[in-house]
């Protein structure tokens, strides 16, 4: 990661012609980097990054139905719920509702 030496912004690098060049997205300022840099497009992610794809009846464990809570597409008043630790340690956890009726989900920061 390289940084601007005139604005102090982050650098993109892209290859162009087979030569990197570095580039600030704040001011514009470019230089070309060394041969011997790599650029990698793959981002590898921890196991603890990972994405919760729910499919249509699929709910999580440890999820629970409630009552009281309105399904903003279809207005139904029954769903699951369930919490996940999304954001840092210090910050509380963000609750998760599905839909038993349309099977919409969404989120709600607490």
């Keep these: 990661m390289k940084f601007c030496p005139k ?13 990197t060049i ?3 997205v704040k001011c514009g ?9 790599i650029i990698s497009s793959k981002v590898k992610h921890a196991a603890t990054e990972r994405t ?11 999820t629970q139905k409630m ?3 309105m399904c903003p597409n279809c207005r139904n008043d029954e769903v699951f719920f ?4 999304t954001r840092a340690a210090d910050e509380p956890p963000t ?3 599905k839909c038993t009726k349309c099977g919409k989900v969404w989120r709600e920061y607490e």
């Design 67 to 69: 009552k009281g809570v």
């Design 22 to 24: 570095y580039k600030c």
């Design 82 to 85: 369930w919490m996940l630790q």
């Design 95 to 97: 609750r998760f509702y």
């Design 52 to 62: 919760l794809v729910l499919e249509d009846e699929e709910v999580p464990a440890g």
């Design 7 to 19: 604005c102090k912004s982050m650098m993109t690098p892209r290859k162009v012609n087979g030569v």
């Design 29 to 37: 300022y470019e230089e070309q980097g060394q041969r011997s840099e």
